[in-house]
């Protein structure tokens, strides 16, 4: 069972940054692509961002391209995502989430594994 622990999330400014970690308990994180999504009250789980295993593929939603940028430390078993330029928008509870394959990395049927999820909220 691999074990995915989020953190970093808070309140912010409109504007403001924060930087969102995920630590895997699995030795074989190196063998996962991992992803973020969110979900905002009353809404379905949608995309954010997905890394390959080396990193050397990364995908992000159109909503957030440009401002989030993910990345992952396989030697920590860490995947990270940065967010800048927070909008209000962005409010939600954000998920990490690891899968065996990379394929269809934006559904969430296509991940094994999820976190417990932080709260992002950023005040206009």
């Known amino acids: 069972q691999v074990q995915l622990v989020e953190s970093g999330g808070g309140l912010v400014q409109a504007g403001g940054s924060l930087r969102l970690s995920c630590a895997a308990s699995?030795?074989?994180?190196?063998?996962?692509?991992m992803g973020w999504f969110r979900q905002a009250p009353g809404k379905e789980r949608e995309f954010v961002a997905a890394?390959?295993?080396?990193?050397?593929?990364?995908y992000y939603a159109d909503s957030v391209k440009g401002r989030f940028t993910v990345s992952r430390d396989n030697a920590k078993r860490t995947v990270y995502l940065q967010m800048n330029s927070l909008k209000p928008e962005d409010t939600a509870v954000y998920y990490c989430?690891?899968?065996?394959?990379?394929?269809?990395?934006?559904?969430?049927?296509?991940?094994?594994?999820w976190g417990q999820g932080t709260q992002v909220t950023v005040s206009s």
């Open positions: 989430a690891a899968s065996r394959v990379l394929a269809q990395v934006t559904t969430t049927t296509s991940y094994d594994y």
């Open positions: 699995e030795r074989t994180f190196s063998m996962r692509v």
């Open positions: 890394i390959s295993r080396s990193g050397g593929s990364i």
